[in-house]
């Protein structure tokens, strides 16, 4: 049954293979189809390019008839011969992350799938051109190496394509042997040794002997690991093709960018290297845009002792002989500027020239390479790429792909054969619980929780144990009561402070054995014996003397008691202490007990110093209980935000979301889809609302609670509601227009009353504002009466209508009828 499982999953994975193959192979010739005149065609000046080269090459072949075939006019995807050099189009882009070498090799390492070459020890006959693998996202060595070569000469390098022989390794674009970047392993053992060195050194005395017997035996130890590790290196590394396999990768020399020194890129991953690395083999030959340069030195011993000075013949033969070359044209531009600033230029300086050249090279041939943001951003081929490096293996997704935001997955396994996990490390973006990392240790249990500064409860770390309860977190110094570090598990918590103004910097907390943390209750009762012991440290008060600076106070609740330790003196190696017994309380049978002396032990460092009396020690007594309270209180709310944060955390986990980001491509056109959602619903509620406005009915159905068809009884009590309702109107208008006129007749009243009295006494203003006034009052009554008049003529009517238009509304038509 197995063997007839595995037989019918190889062949479904053929047929996707083979349908994959197809579809890319339709999509390739729709886009050959429809490619410019340039890919199909050679212009004049090809022609006789490729004559020239042509030339050169049986030249080459005559002269040295054992070296390898060189790469000069491979086919491209229209089978037209192209030169290699017309290939490369410098190419600038705006996006920042294409500015630098290391932005242009990670994104062309990332973007492209390899196609391996066939055979592995022959150049290629057929290279497709950068626009065409940049819409396929497949790509040999040199067609990456091609297109990595122009957005390097658009961004101002010296770069050249690099045609030669590499190790099995890099050609395979196989990392199976080396160690994942992402696993700084350096840097975890130099934190360890300063987390060691920052240990108190102990008092224990050992043997110098021992400790050097113990030191050979670690040394030995890692040489055996390390000759393990070169055996199985060569054992996985012997190739029968070693030195014979062809690669292509970019040689960028100093001069331009301020590049000190010259170095190899790999385009396959976007790694630098040194020229003298020992993973290049050896070179045939180089080129840019400008021209095509032949090695003719030796590399048996491979690239270390080799020269990169194109200029000199002897080294590096060009195939265009005295052409333009990139550091002839820096001169030239140098040259320029200098004779534009003396301003010396003569008629017959302009004439006298350089030299002429040979041949002038052809422009490139191929259209504008183009990237676009979205390309960016997706970055991997389907936006999902897995490496598989030694016991690690990497994969990497496009923003937005996953639901959860992840990015970025490391996953660490414990031997070679990536058989059984380690850890697993996952980095995540827009996520709206602001979780940046997460990392499982799974041989330990532990998970790390890494949040970015700005979310609830100002948490940045969440270290965790599933199998118990263990809980470690770091809080940013937003955090109200200035908490740092709190570390809590199953019978104790601790806390740590920065920056706080009564000086504490440290606080732990001791809880019932027989008790679970979740069965603490929210509010601590100092009464109760759920804690058992917290412990305070603060740091130096200097606005107090030592011995009356606490520096720890430790409340034993159960065994109610107080010990106070104080600072230390300058001219002192002991603290004062003190010890307090709290008095028993009150209770129904016995009333509190009184404080004594004897409830008070010290231990006073200066003897000359008068001890404090039985008052003060009381004072003393009242305020560490006060304490005592104070930090009960504390520790309830420590344990309540505790609780809360686990909470959060679940909730969180169940409903994660991303928030769009108007920067990203995907984002923005989310973002365009939700608020054209938006708007429609926003639409279809307002055409809604229209339609119950306009609806007479409606608060009747509403009242009623049915939205649907209505029964018998029902259609007659909403129609009697609604005449019943109409008519109370059309009173209530009657009504208010009645109060208005009787409101306007009153005024003119007491306006006529208040003129009888005074008309003797008014000035002629006075009586002509009297005089406008009732006009005024007058007009008003007059309109006031028209309208009611008007009213009670149009309420009849109005009624009726009304009362037609109920019977024919179709859902009360049935029924009324009836």
Not at 724 to 730: G, I, S, V
Request: hydrophobic share 35%; charged share 30%.
């Amino acid at each position: 049954m197995e063997t007839v499982l595995e037989e019918w999953s190889s062949d479904t994975e053929t047929k996707r293979e083979e349908e994959e193959l197809s579809l890319r192979n339709m999509r390739v010739s729709v886009l050959v189809d429809s490619s410019p005149e340039s890919y199909r065609t050679n212009s004049p000046e090809e022609v006789r390019l490729l004559a020239i080269v042509d030339s050169f090459q049986r030249q080459y072949s005559h002269l040295y008839p054992d070296r390898t075939p060189l790469l000069l006019c491979p086919v491209n995807e229209c089978g037209v011969k192209k030169f290699v050099c017309t290939t490369l189009r410098a190419t600038p882009s705006a996006f920042p992350e294409l500015l630098s070498w290391q932005g242009c090799a990670a994104f062309v390492a990332d973007f492209l799938c390899l196609e391996l070459l066939q055979p592995p020890a022959e150049v290629p006959r057929h290279m497709s051109s950068s626009t065409l693998v940049l819409q396929t996202q497949r790509a040999t060595c040199f067609e990456s190496a091609t297109l990595l070569c122009s957005l390097l000469l658009g961004a101002h390098y010296d770069a050249y394509c690099v045609s030669g022989y590499a190790v099995k390794q890099m050609c395979l674009l196989d990392q199976s042997l080396q160690d994942c970047p992402l696993l700084d392993t350096k840097s975890e053992i130099s934190e360890q040794q300063e987390n060691e060195s920052t240990v108190s050194p102990s008092t224990e005395l050992k043997s110098r002997f021992l400790i050097q017997q113990e030191k050979k035996k670690q040394e030995a130890e890692a040489e055996l690991l390390k000759q393990k590790l070169q055996e199985e290196t060569q054992q996985q590394t012997e190739d029968p093709l070693q030195g014979l396999r062809v690669h292509c990768w970019i040689l960028v020399l100093s001069g331009s960018r301020s590049i000190q020194e010259n170095f190899f890129i790999d385009p396959l991953t976007g790694s630098s290297y040194s020229t003298s690395d020992d993973k290049f083999l050896g070179i045939e030959s180089v080129w840019n845009n400008l021209n095509y340069y032949v090695n003719m030195q030796d590399c048996s011993t491979g690239c270390a002792d080799m020269r990169f000075d194109l200029e000199d013949d002897r080294m590096w033969e060009p195939v265009l002989f005295g052409a333009t070359s990139k550091k002839q044209l820096i001169l030239d531009v140098i040259k320029k500027k200098e004779k534009t600033l003396t301003q010396k230029m003569t008629r017959d300086e302009e004439e006298e020239d350089e030299e002429p050249r040979v041949f002038k090279m052809p422009r490139a041939w191929l259209d504008h390479i183009t990237i676009s943001k979205k390309d960016l951003e997706t970055r991997w081929p389907k936006g999902h790429k897995v490496t598989q490096y030694r016991k690690a293996k990497l994969e990497k997704f496009a923003p937005y792909l996953r639901a959860d935001g992840l990015v970025t997955q490391l996953t660490t396994y414990t031997d070679s054969d990536c058989a059984e996990v380690a850890t697993v490390k996952k980095w995540f973006q827009h996520r709206s619980d602001h979780l940046e990392q997460k990392e499982l240790d799974l041989a330990h249990g532990f998970t790390t929780d890494r949040f970015r500064p700005g979310r609830s409860f100002s948490l940045l770390v969440h270290r965790y144990k599933t199998s118990e309860f263990q809980h470690d977190m770091d809080f940013s110094t937003t955090h109200v009561d200035n908490l740092v570090r709190r570390e809590v598990s199953t019978h104790q918590m601790t806390e740590v402070f920065e920056g706080r103004p009564d000086f504490l910097y440290y606080r732990h907390v001791v809880f019932d054995p027989h008790m679970q943390f979740s069965d603490t209750v929210d509010s601590v009762d100092p009464n109760d014996q759920t804690v058992q012991k917290v412990v305070e440290r603060f740091h130096r008060n200097r606005s107090k003397a030592a011995n009356e600076d606490v520096e720890e106070r430790v409340f034993l609740v159960a065994q109610r008691r107080v010990e106070v330790t104080y600072h230390l003196e300058d001219h002192r190696f002991i603290p004062s202490k003190r010890s307090f017994i709290k008095p028993e309380p009150s209770t129904e049978e016995k009333k509190e007990e009184d404080f004594v002396p004897a409830m008070v032990s010290s231990f006073q460092v200066e003897p000359s110093e008068k001890p404090p009396r039985t008052l003060a020690l009381y004072h003393m007594l009242q305020a560490l209980v006060k304490a005592e309270n104070q930090a009960l209180l504390q520790i309830s709310k420590s344990i309540k935000e505790v609780r809360d944060i686990m909470v959060c955390r679940e909730q969180e986990q169940s409903h994660i979301t991303l928030p769009y980001s108007c920067w990203t491509t995907t984002a923005a056109a989310g973002a365009r889809k939700q608020r054209e959602e938006m708007e429609n619903l926003d639409v279809e509620e307002q055409r809604w609302l229209q339609e119950k406005k306009d609806d007479i009915l409606a608060p009747h159905l509403i009242r009623l609670g049915s939205a649907g068809t209505l029964r018998a009884e029902e259609a007659r009590q909403v129609y009697r509601a609604c005449l019943a309702e109409y008519q109370e109107r059309l009173v209530e208008k009657a009504d208010l227009i009645q109060k208005r006129y009787e409101m306007e007749t009153l005024e003119l009243q007491k306006m006529q009353e208040w003129y009888q009295k005074n008309q003797l006494n008014i000035s002629d203003e006075q009586k002509k504002q009297y005089e406008n006034d009732c006009v005024e009052k007058l007009l008003q009554i007059h309109v006031a009466k028209e309208r009611l008049d008007l009213h009670k003529e149009q309420a009849h009517y109005k009624f009726k209508n009304f009362n037609q238009k109920l019977k024919q509304d179709p859902r009360l038509v049935a029924h009324l009828l009836s």
